[in-house]
């Protein structure tokens, strides 16, 4: 039991502005991360399997010719970041349940503090620093992928006339429709891993405050 | 004047523990901020004038035939997401050092603060919370913009013979090192603003520590 100022802090005895504090924020960031972490996991596997299953055979003037995703190197890396993306999500939200039944069959010091403080999950797996880390880099990485994927999409759709790049775009009909709703999912997965991203660091911030404030009043 | 537990905080009296954190962290992470700081602002402004300037006239079989970079949409956008980025790094810096010398002047209470801690620069400028959201969204941005032009110039470089894109580089070689160069230095402009959101984010995490373990104190 530590004691900070006139507030006593314990697991059993948490203040009540800490209190109301969690009851009022936690509830939405906590649903907002399940949230983003639930859609990264579908749409990311979603995305991967529009792209990687896109292709399309034309027959022109008796030639067969045909479209792959592999021709467009973009969309190869746009199918392997969300495939990434989609696991890791996948891992770290079992690896979040995982620890909170472990947890409450084996209860030591700092997990009896992150069950009774009400905030079981999001302080479970924000121990590992690393994950904001990880979320943030992965952002990078898929923001990446779709904005190269996006570029390719461009030339395809209208051409690069001053390099006499044709448009593809009008032979391979189905194959851009399905490529760009790969794209639009895989933006969509960007836009949650960035928000999910700055979630991690909110909370971040919100357990360096409490472990700064805990350390200071023991001090 | 707050008291914090055991430990007495006021601008004139630094608790030990604090102090020696400060000068050793403090240093390094001010001199890495300065320095990333100037890199943007150069580096930035070095690689939008590289792909501003970029422009080759070929004459082929008395054809004249001009490449500019205007041609290449990505390079456009990584020439405004450069310009964008240097112009804030400059107004950022200059905001830091007025903030400085206007604090020194007119000192008020949180100014005080912040100088007696010793930590004139970055706390007065990460006081402005959004800078830190600011940093974070150029960063995703330069980094898009990199992403979309390095597409290009892959596709510009190896051609995409599936799709009879030409390779362009074979006949507008001044032109392709140009951009080359140009895309290599606004990598690094965007992993340096990657580097500083980060550093931004750090700052932002002991400025939230001090004043939670502040408030609780004064509770």
Not at 34 to 39: F, K, P, S, Y
Not at 105 to 124: C, E, M, R, T
Not at 166 to 179: D, G, H, I, P
């Amino acid at each position: 039991m530590t004691s900070g100022g006139d507030v006593t802090v314990s697991p059993g005895n948490v203040p009540v502005y800490h209190k109301n504090n969690l009851e009022v924020i936690d509830r939405r960031v906590k649903v907002a991360e399940v949230v983003l972490r639930c859609m990264i996991c579908g749409l990311g596997i979603l995305a991967a399997v529009l792209v990687g299953s896109d292709t399309q055979v034309r027959e022109i003037f008796t030639i067969r010719k045909k479209a792959k995703f592999t021709d467009m190197k973009a969309l190869v890396f746009l199918l392997i970041a969300n495939g990434i993306a989609a696991g890791y999500s996948f891992i770290q939200s079992l690896r979040c349940v995982v620890s909170v039944i472990r947890g409450s069959l084996l209860v030591n010091k700092p997990l009896a503090w992150a069950i009774f403080s009400g905030d079981q999950v999001s302080h479970l797996c924000l121990r590992l620093r690393l994950s904001c880390f990880t979320l943030r880099v992965m952002a990078y990485v898929l923001m990446a992928a779709f904005a190269a994927a996006a570029q390719s999409s461009v030339i395809a759709e209208m051409g690069q006339p001053e390099w006499q790049w044709m448009k593809v775009c009008n032979l391979y009909e189905k194959f851009c429709t399905q490529a760009g709703e790969g794209m639009v999912i895989a933006l969509v997965v960007s836009l949650s891993m960035i928000t999910l991203s700055f979630i991690s660091a909110f909370n971040l911030f919100r357990l360096y405050g409490e472990t700064e404030a805990q350390n200071r009043g023991g001090w």
